[in-house]
């Protein structure tokens, strides 16, 4: 049964849901060559659109629908504050391209965002411009780059990058036109230190680290590691993308890292997902100053007793130039400011505290149950094996579907890639008590279904409004239209059709 139809397939001719007001200005016929013969828009009463997208809405599910343990990614809550501050008017109206003296309060906010993220991270300096934390990733290595070249050091052209960095980490460097040198790691999760010193000569320009990494872990051996970079004169490149696990804890720029980014999605709680606008703040210590995007904010005019400070746009001397059109996604900014405001510095620790709490938790919770690879303290997030010797047939991917039935998000299936069956469980610093022992409890419970039924885990999800997708083919043939095409199967998608 289909739950909700089309909105072509309820649409009746000659319904109208909007009356346009009558026309008060002479009008002018359209030229015949822009006029189109057919237009196939639904026509439907406003009841009929209000209704028909509820419905979908239910059939959706969100972080504020439910538990949402997406390892990774952080689909931590959204403080409804954050929405309405993006959306004052002051600052939703705002156009790109005014000048200064009429966005001295937009400009404030991205200073002071600039400041406290700069803090937070111990460096030295903040570019807002990066629209994703992959591109803040590419900023990063660029300013790596650039500023060997700068001093005439144009032979290190390597990044190392561990095996349980994120994935972006590779693909950044090579977009960025350098190799990858991949290490592997240690019986226990951290990086193997004999292979980094072996790898470290004066062809590295760097070395990118996801900290806590892709394992869930802090690397013990962190002095050690930004040592031996250090000593052959690369670079130290931070992912910053799981800060959310050490804010108010630990500053990147105090134990030697070089630059780094933020995800403004996963720390700072700006909406993610739905291939909406991110944000990833680039950070860098004094070094790479000169090399960061911009423009960047800055106080052109200081302030006084009577004045604020006038603000205005610099360019660093040495930039790797512009990321990103304009100045960043300014909405995102808004809801980190909004969050950081709230919560305050003693505020941004509690989170860190309880995000790492709340994942040892659970953890704790399910060690006896399933396989951990790395068995270890975590961070905010861990990595545990969805497979059992005794259970062949069942994997990750039978256990993450399985969760839906019980009205779960899945988690992080299948990575990172060097634990076998992966399923990467973060469940944030705000979730309660009671619901992670539910979780942990229905994942116990699935356990026991994988050895007594594991048909009901093959077979799963069985009450969701779809059962299970070719996943290969919804990645390989994107179909993006919503008009009806009911021979689908004997015609292959077009681009034409693919992009209405």
Same mark, same amino acid.
């Given at each position: 049964m289909k739950l909700e139809p089309l909105i072509y397939e309820i649409s009746v001719p000659g319904r109208c849901g909007v009356r346009l007001p009558e026309v008060d200005v002479p009008t002018t016929d359209l030229p015949q060559e822009l006029l189109r013969a057919e237009l196939d828009l639904p026509e439907v009463s406003e009841v009929d659109v209000i209704r028909h997208y509820v419905r979908l809405s239910h059939l959706n599910y969100g972080v504020d629908k439910g538990f949402y343990p997406l390892g990774s990614c952080t689909m931590k809550y959204n403080p409804k504050v954050n929405e309405d501050a993006a959306r004052l008017p002051g600052f939703a109206g705002l156009h790109p391209r005014l000048g200064i003296n009429e966005t001295q309060g937009a400009l404030m906010l991205m200073y002071y965002l600039q400041t406290w993220l700069a803090e937070i991270s111990g460096m030295k300096g903040v570019s807002l411009q990066p629209a994703a934390g992959a591109q803040g990733e590419f900023s990063g290595i660029l300013m790596i780059r650039k500023y060997h070249l700068d001093r005439g050091d144009s032979k290190r052209t390597k990044i190392l990058v561990p095996n349980s960095a994120h994935g972006t980490n590779p693909a950044t460097t090579s977009m960025a036109?350098?190799?990858?040198v991949e290490l592997p790691s240690d019986e226990n999760g951290d990086v193997d230190l004999a292979a980094l010193r072996? +790898?470290?000569?004066?062809?590295? +320009?760097?070395?990118?680290?996801?900290?806590?990494?892709?394992?869930?872990?802090?690397?013990?051996?962190?002095?050690?590691?930004?040592?031996?970079?250090?000593?052959c004169g690369g670079l130290m490149y931070m992912d910053g993308a799981n800060m959310n696990a050490m804010m108010g804890v630990l500053k990147p720029g105090e134990i030697g890292f070089d630059v780094m980014h933020y995800n403004l999605h996963k720390t700072f709680s700006t909406p993610h997902g739905g291939g909406g606008p991110g944000s990833g703040?680039?950070?860098?210590?004094?070094?790479?100053?000169?090399?960061l995007p911009g423009p960047i904010v800055t106080e052109i005019e200081p302030g006084d007793d009577e004045q604020p400070p006038l603000y205005g746009w610099h360019m660093p001397?040495?930039?790797?130039?512009?990321?990103?059109?304009?100045?960043?996604?300014?909405?995102?900014?808004?809801?980190?400011?909004t969050y950081i405001r709230e919560n305050g510095g003693p505020g941004l620790r509690d989170v860190s505290y309880h995000a790492v709490l709340n994942a040892n938790y659970v953890l704790a919770l399910l060690r006896d149950t399933y396989h951990v690879p790395y068995d270890r303290f975590c961070g905010h997030?861990?990595?545990?094996?969805?497979?059992?010797?005794?259970?062949?047939?069942?994997? +990750?991917?039978?256990?993450?579907?399985?969760?839906?039935?019980?009205?779960?998000?899945?988690?992080?299936?299948?990575?990172?890639?060097?634990?076998?069956?992966?399923?990467?469980?973060?469940?944030t610093e705000t979730e309660s008590k009671e619901t992670l022992d539910a979780f942990a409890e229905t994942l116990k419970t699935i356990a026991r279904e994988a050895h007594e039924n594991p048909d009901l885990l093959h077979e799963a999800p069985h009450i969701t409004p779809v059962g299970r997708v070719d996943e290969v083919l919804a990645a390989k043939q994107l179909v993006l239209c919503c008009v009806p095409i009911p021979d689908w199967a004997e015609q292959p998608p077009t681009l034409s059709t693919q992009s209405a």
């Amino acid at each position: 049964m289909k739950l909700e139809p089309l909105i072509y397939e309820i649409s009746v001719p000659g319904r109208c849901g909007v009356r346009l007001p009558e026309v008060d200005v002479p009008t002018t016929d359209l030229p015949q060559e822009l006029l189109r013969a057919e237009l196939d828009l639904p026509e439907v009463s406003e009841v009929d659109v209000i209704r028909h997208y509820v419905r979908l809405s239910h059939l959706n599910y969100g972080v504020d629908k439910g538990f949402y343990p997406l390892g990774s990614c952080t689909m931590k809550y959204n403080p409804k504050v954050n929405e309405d501050a993006a959306r004052l008017p002051g600052f939703a109206g705002l156009h790109p391209r005014l000048g200064i003296n009429e966005t001295q309060g937009a400009l404030m906010l991205m200073y002071y965002l600039q400041t406290w993220l700069a803090e937070i991270s111990g460096m030295k300096g903040v570019s807002l411009q990066p629209a994703a934390g992959a591109q803040g990733e590419f900023s990063g290595i660029l300013m790596i780059r650039k500023y060997h070249l700068d001093r005439g050091d144009s032979k290190r052209t390597k990044i190392l990058v561990p095996n349980s960095a994120h994935g972006t980490n590779p693909a950044t460097t090579s977009m960025a036109g350098l190799e990858v040198v991949e290490l592997p790691s240690d019986e226990n999760g951290d990086v193997d230190l004999a292979a980094l010193r072996a +790898a470290c000569d004066d062809t590295v +320009a760097g070395m990118m680290i996801t900290v806590p990494s892709t394992l869930g872990l802090f690397e013990r051996h962190m002095l050690e590691v930004i040592e031996a970079v250090h000593a052959c004169g690369g670079l130290m490149y931070m992912d910053g993308a799981n800060m959310n696990a050490m804010m108010g804890v630990l500053k990147p720029g105090e134990i030697g890292f070089d630059v780094m980014h933020y995800n403004l999605h996963k720390t700072f709680s700006t909406p993610h997902g739905g291939g909406g606008p991110g944000s990833g703040p680039v950070a860098c210590n004094e070094k790479l100053l000169p090399f960061l995007p911009g423009p960047i904010v800055t106080e052109i005019e200081p302030g006084d007793d009577e004045q604020p400070p006038l603000y205005g746009w610099h360019m660093p001397e040495k930039s790797i130039g512009r990321i990103k059109a304009f100045h960043g996604n300014f909405g995102m900014l808004v809801r980190a400011y909004t969050y950081i405001r709230e919560n305050g510095g003693p505020g941004l620790r509690d989170v860190s505290y309880h995000a790492v709490l709340n994942a040892n938790y659970v953890l704790a919770l399910l060690r006896d149950t399933y396989h951990v690879p790395y068995d270890r303290f975590c961070g905010h997030e861990f990595v545990m094996e969805g497979r059992w010797k005794d259970a062949p047939d069942v994997h +990750a991917l039978d256990i993450s579907k399985r969760l839906m039935d019980y009205g779960y998000h899945p988690p992080t299936n299948y990575f990172p890639l060097i634990v076998p069956e992966a399923l990467m469980i973060e469940p944030t610093e705000t979730e309660s008590k009671e619901t992670l022992d539910a979780f942990a409890e229905t994942l116990k419970t699935i356990a026991r279904e994988a050895h007594e039924n594991p048909d009901l885990l093959h077979e799963a999800p069985h009450i969701t409004p779809v059962g299970r997708v070719d996943e290969v083919l919804a990645a390989k043939q994107l179909v993006l239209c919503c008009v009806p095409i009911p021979d689908w199967a004997e015609q292959p998608p077009t681009l034409s059709t693919q992009s209405a």
